[in-house]
């Protein structure tokens, strides 16, 4: 018996059919690569401009500055959260094993972008006879750190994407049925030990080195770019 036109054409493009069918898994599965550079290296002059392609390349990815201070060179973001596969249209995740635990695990991202001159080094802790907490804002010890505003030299930029996940308090999961399962309850309904902390559910669990080279790399072409007379938007300071 001869084989069906469509088993020719299969046996015919069948490693064709498979490689378009990995592409478009990989498609799926995101954009994230490891081939973004882990630091970089700019002139103090480039600084200003560094700074605005930080917070540009944080919007484009969905997480715009909550925090931005340009004296001491540190942007602090939004979260969000991150794609999973009942969600096709979404291309953020780092690879097929990222996007099953964003389906199976409620995750999200934030970046956190650090501005160092070249080569510094913070103080080691055990130098330190003793420890008094943290300076008083504005006072000598609070502003020692540097000035990036104002310094002149090499200055390195490095971002840390953390990934946190969402956990429900007191849960308690049934082995045998989801109807069962049931979450415990505080005994003393309204009593609190008196902190001021935000009682927050979400919980580092790691960092995305994928993701925080693939935004270093779009920082490096923003910066690469020619400079334009368009005024800097205004950005949050603390």
């Known amino acids: 018996m001869s084989a069906s036109p469509i088993h020719a054409i299969i046996g015919k493009h069948g490693a064709l059919l498979c490689g378009v069918l990995a592409s478009c898994v990989l498609v799926l599965t995101g954009c994230n690569t490891m081939s973004g550079p882990t630091v970089i290296e700019i002139d103090s002059t480039d600084y200003s401009k560094a700074f605005t392609a930080c917070i540009e390349a944080s919007r484009s990815a969905g997480m715009p500055p909550q925090a931005a201070d340009r ?15 009942i969600e096709p249209w979404r291309f953020d995740s780092t690879g097929a094993l990222q996007k099953v635990e964003n389906t199976a695990q409620f995750q999200r991202r934030r970046v956190r972008f650090v501005f160092t001159p070249k080569d510094w080094r913070p103080e080691s802790i ?3 006879a003793t420890m008094t907490g943290p ?3 504005g006072s000598k010890d609070d502003l020692k750190r540097f000035d990036l505003e104002n310094y002149n030299g090499l200055i390195e930029i490095r971002a840390r994407v953390f990934v946190e996940r969402n956990f429900t308090d007191g849960i308690r999961i ?3 049925s ?16 008196g902190s001021t902390r935000t009682q927050t559910t979400w919980t580092p669990v790691g960092r995305d080195e994928a993701s925080e080279r693939t935004i270093l790399a779009e920082i490096q072409n923003l910066i690469n770019e020619p400079a334009t007379s368009s005024q800097t938007a205004a950005v949050p300071s603390s």
């Open 126 to 128: 055990e130098s330190i």
């Open 71 to 85: 004296t001491t060179g540190i942007i602090e973001t939004e979260p969000r959260t991150i794609g999973s596969w």
């Open 135 to 137: 300076a008083e804002p």
């Open 178 to 193: 989801a109807t069962l399962t049931s979450q415990t309850q505080t005994p003393t309904p309204g009593v609190t030990d």
């Open 174 to 176: 049934h082995p045998w």
